[in-house]
């Protein structure tokens, strides 16, 4: 790919910078550029390197791969999510400089892992989640002994190396010499914590680099905003971007999506087929499963997609994901996450690679390998057993999974991560072991299987056909009545983002779907309206709209 005039300026932009990246603009073949030239240049020494931070492990390995695919060295870089950063590269080697030493070494853990006595201490993290400075004295105890027991809170992770980078001139030093470049993707959703860690590295002289979109801040919830990011295109110091361009969608998709959140945009000039249709159903949601099973074949043959794991069906919760996945005939693929995709503990990471590495006969065995340890740096003699526990786990028989895998996987750990304890990797692995569904997420995506996945999950994806449900008042955007019966919707920013993610996750149709009887959560049948989003900024002009009766 050719560089854009204003992705070349970015790329070789040399200060701080914000970057305001829509859908399908590039960010990441731009990320993955300006890394690249960095590593490639002289500007850092063979020990130092930069930090390259994403949302999730999957997009983390996808930015690492783009980056070095042509053999660029990453030196002593970081490439990892906010929380592994935190875990490894702050509290692991300098916790105990502000805490005092653990009597073991620390792992995290969720507050499930905690006894319900303890959980009280600790309900304020992700119920509050105050500002640094507000957090008092005896919140700090409870995390410090909790520390001096050999354990951290996966939800204060962030919080717990701030205090660090704040309190260990040691920790400050060694980030100082190590890193001279601080990338974070997805900055629409830092907290209070990641934008104070983002400050402070630049506070210590590394060149800051922040790239998001306002647009699809969705994680409100969990107290992740985009102010955060609106706030550093003003901050002096920071020269700001903004690469608009989407060319992932085709236009008529583009010219949707803009409109949702511009009533003035100007729109693309184009020809042919109206890419987004909105289909009212005459019916629940068995019956949108059935307008499904009939028209998927069809608008894959019309928009020539071969390929059925291009096609998503995009839902807002769990609960409904499995109402489609039961209703629906045609084959497809539920993406769940799974305990070892949510635990943190690398093993549980390292358990995950290897499952997909069984499952998927044309993975390397040294993509997982390298992603720990340099592989000619082993001793011969654990070169030898890992490649003789691969050629084991590649023989065992799909029947044999839940007595052979979890040993083998096991030796695999001891080499590959020794100083790191099993923690709940062990238990997790078995879970999904036993579990048809959650094992079946680690299987490749069949070109016959249709992707049925939650809005959320679906951030970062794309896909040739997407269809987008639950387009009903209730649904998207939530709504609820206020103690005089007066209806008002708590999260409209926030919902108006989910479904903009959802529309320009499509690369050439966007099918919205809404049905005339909805279920709630509790199970009762609604009467289902068409959401406001449908008509928004007149919206409505710009698809083709039909119904669908089963009659």
Request: proline share 4%; hydrophobic share 40%.
């Amino acid at each position: 790919m050719e560089p854009t005039p204003i992705q070349r300026n970015i790329i070789q932009e040399e200060g701080n910078t914000v970057v305001l990246a829509m859908p399908g603009s590039g960010k990441t073949f731009v990320l993955s550029e300006k890394i690249r030239r960095i590593l490639e240049s002289d500007v850092l020494k063979d020990y130092q390197g930069v930090i390259a931070i994403s949302y999730t492990r999957k997009a983390s390995g996808h930015l690492k791969r783009k980056t070095l695919q042509n053999g660029t060295w990453e030196k002593n870089s970081f490439f990892g999510t906010i929380d592994s950063f935190c875990l490894t590269q702050i509290i692991l080697p300098f916790g105990h400089y502000v805490i005092g030493y653990p009597k073991e070494e620390v792992v995290p853990i969720t507050e499930s892992d905690l006894d319900k006595d303890r959980m009280v201490d600790f309900e304020w993290i992700n119920k509050i989640h105050p500002d640094y400075e507000k957090i008092n004295e005896p919140v700090w105890e409870n995390l410090y002994e909790l520390f001096k027991e050999g354990k951290v809170l996966v939800s204060s992770l962030e919080l717990v190396a701030l205090r660090i980078i704040k309190n260990c001139p040691a920790c400050r030093a060694h980030l100082k010499a190590r890193f001279k470049y601080v990338f974070i993707d997805e900055f629409q959703d830092a907290d209070t914590y990641t934008n104070g860690i983002f400050l402070e590295l630049i506070g210590l002289g590394l060149i800051g680099n922040a790239v998001g979109d306002v647009n699809q801040s969705i994680f409100g919830f969990a107290h992740k905003v985009s102010d955060y990011l609106v706030a550093l295109e003003t901050m002096k110091g920071f020269t700001s971007y903004k690469l608009a361009e989407n060319f992932r969608c085709s236009i008529p998709i583009v010219n949707y999506s803009n409109r949702l959140l511009d009533p003035n945009c100007q729109l693309l000039e184009c020809e042919g087929e109206m890419g987004v249709k909105h289909i009212a159903v005459n019916g629940d949601e068995k019956i949108v499963a059935r307008y499904l099973d009939n028209e998927i074949i069809n608008d894959c043959e019309k928009w020539k997609v071969t390929d059925l794991s291009q096609v998503a069906i995009l839902v807002r919760s769990t609960k409904m994901q499995g109402i489609i996945d039961g209703y629906l005939n045609i084959p497809h693929r539920v993406v769940i996450s799974t305990p070892l995709d949510d635990d943190l503990n690398p093993r549980s990471h390292l358990f995950a690679q290897l499952l997909q590495y069984y499952f998927d006969e044309g993975m390397p065995f040294m993509s997982v390998v390298d992603y720990y340890m340099d592989f000619g740096l082993l001793t011969s003699y654990a070169r030898k057993r890992l490649l003789g526990i691969r050629d084991e786990i590649r023989s065992v028989n799909e029947d044999n999974i839940i007595d052979a895998l979890p040993r083998l996987f096991k030796n695999i750990a001891d080499i590959l991560l020794p100083k790191y304890q099993e923690g709940s990797s062990m238990k997790h692995l078995n879970v999904v072991l036993n579990s048809k569904d959650l094992i079946d997420s680690y299987r490749p995506f069949s070109t016959s299987e249709v992707v049925i996945m939650t809005l959320h999950k679906s951030k970062g994806l794309e896909f040739d056909i997407v269809y987008h449900l639950n387009m009903n008042e209730f649904e998207i955007p939530f709504k609820k009545y206020n103690k005089d019966w007066v209806a008002y919707y708590p999260n409209e920013e926030q919902d108006l983002d989910l479904h903009y993610v959802g529309v320009t996750r499509a690369r050439k149709l966007c099918v919205l779907i809404s049905n005339s009887i909805r279920h709630n959560s509790i199970g009762e049948a609604k009467k289902g309206e068409p959401s406001v989003f449908l008509s928004r900024n007149g919206v409505e002009t710009l698809r083709i709209n039909y119904s669908f009766d089963s009659e």
